[in-house]
């Protein structure tokens, strides 16, 4: 008899983005003429960077020559791309890193979602509340996360509250946890850790050696001093800790897919008889062996955005979002809305009137203005009461949301 992995079956049905769509998709056959703006899913508006452009055109160009052509590369990433990372996004810090600590990938969804195949199904999880849907959903395939509650909690994993009455600082876990998944700036609250309330988890998993798991997709989003840009700019970090970034909302690879995710030479887990393993070393063979390398192509796109006009270029896409953000802050504000978020990334999470439950007022604010955000129940149970805007779309759209809600 053919067996199924029944942890799949466990989780809901229906993926949180998908759910959305669908309610979009039935408001629009009701009232084909309602004009929609989507302020709910991260994808970008932008265009890519010239530079980056002009990269894969020239690149693109190589592949029709037998002098220049490429065929498989190396699936940790060219040598060309991790030495501008390192370079640039760590040596620039005063962070050190070597280029064999780089893993170059098609995006941190993948990554943080497959890290997981390098540890025990038995490793005790701890996920911050809300979260990025991936970390549970990939944690519940694995058999992890335990079963599922029927508040959606899963049992074996440790939730960690994120939320007014904290200031969206999660406190440390009162039972020990092996594995814990950090989101910063975060997604989908726009908070942030200052070094120091960053630098409690780092001694934690110091001293219980644990590892946590740091997604940093949104740092380039970061405006103030005392937000870390990297968990490895904190001491003893890269003892526990394994760092995820994407150059998707960055310069818009969304489409063009690509990230990387550092895994420091000594960070070590260990067997059930206490050997200490690099886990360098794993995640080395797993990318290997599961996955092919980013194109060629998309890489030197990458690579183009760490040049001069690169830089520049980015920094223009970052800061149109940055200001829809406050345009979106200020005209939630001027509303009445409770909100946090929106300085340091490119989301505004905003309470929902009183009474009120996310998905009732994602419906709301669907049916009656005709803006798509996205309930923040779908996070997690600490996301409830609240809805996530993104500052993703255009400046013209953004600017027309808030006035529906004058």
């Known amino acids: 008899m053919k067996l199924i992995n029944e942890n799949f079956i466990k989780i809901p049905a229906t993926y949180l983005f998908s759910e959305i769509a669908k309610r979009v998709n039935l408001l629009q056959q009701q009232e084909p003429d309602a004009q929609i703006i989507r302020m709910g899913i991260g994808d970008v508006s932008l265009p890519l960077p010239d530079v980056s452009v002009d990269a894969m055109i020239k690149a693109a160009e190589e592949q029709r020559h037998s002098t220049t052509f490429r065929g498989y590369g190396p699936e ?17 810090r005063g962070i050190s890193m070597e280029m064999d600590e780089v893993f170059v990938s098609d995006g941190s969804k993948s990554d943080t979602g497959n890290i997981g195949d390098i540890f025990s199904s038995d490793n005790k999880v701890a ?23 029927e508040t959606g909690a899963w049992s074996n994993i440790v939730y960690l509250p994120c939320n007014e009455a904290n200031g969206f600082v999660p406190e440390l876990p009162r ?28 001694d934690y998993a110091r001293e219980k050696k644990s590892i946590i798991l740091f997604d940093a997709a949104y740092e380039a989003f970061i405006t103030e001093e005392n937000v870390p840009h990297s ?26 897919r690509c990230a990387y995710t550092v895994v420091p030479r000594g960070l070590m887990a260990y067997t059930r008889n206490g050997d200490a393993i690099a886990l360098n070393r794993l995640w080395n063979r797993r990318h290997t062996t599961k996955f092919n390398g980013t194109s060629y192509v998309v890489q030197r796109a990458a690579e183009a955005t760490y040049t001069p006009e690169g830089k520049a270029q980015v920094k223009a896409l970052i ?7 406050r345009i979106i802050r200020e005209g939630l504000l001027k509303a009445g809305y409770t909100i946090y978020g929106g300085i340091n990334a490119p989301y505004v999470w905003a309470k929902a009137p009183a009474g009120m439950s ?35 779309g255009s400046r013209e759209a953004t600017i027309a949301a808030m006035k529906r809600l004058e």
């Open 319 to 325: 800061g149109y979002y940055m200001e829809n953000a």
């Open 76 to 92: 940790q990433g060219y040598d060309f791309l991790r030495k501008a990372i390192c370079e640039n996004d760590y040596h620039s």
């Open 175 to 202: 039972e020990e946890v092996d594995l814990i998944y950090l989101c910063y700036p975060n997604n989908p609250t726009g908070t942030t850790l200052t070094h120091a309330q960053l630098k409690k988890w780092v």
């Open 358 to 392: 996310s998905w009732g007022y994602f419906d709301y604010l669907l049916k009656d203005k005709h803006l798509v955000t996205t309930p923040g129940a779908g996070f997690g149970a600490s996301g409830e009461g609240f809805v996530r805007f993104s500052a993703f």
């Open 127 to 149: 996920i911050t509340d809300p979260s990025y849907p991936v970390y549970v959903d990939t944690n519940a395939m694995a058999g992890r996360a335990g079963e599922p509650g």
């Open 231 to 256: 968990i490895y700019e904190l001491e003893g970090a890269r003892e526990v800790a394994i760092e995820f970034r994407s150059f998707s909302k960055t310069a818009g690879f969304t489409g063009t």
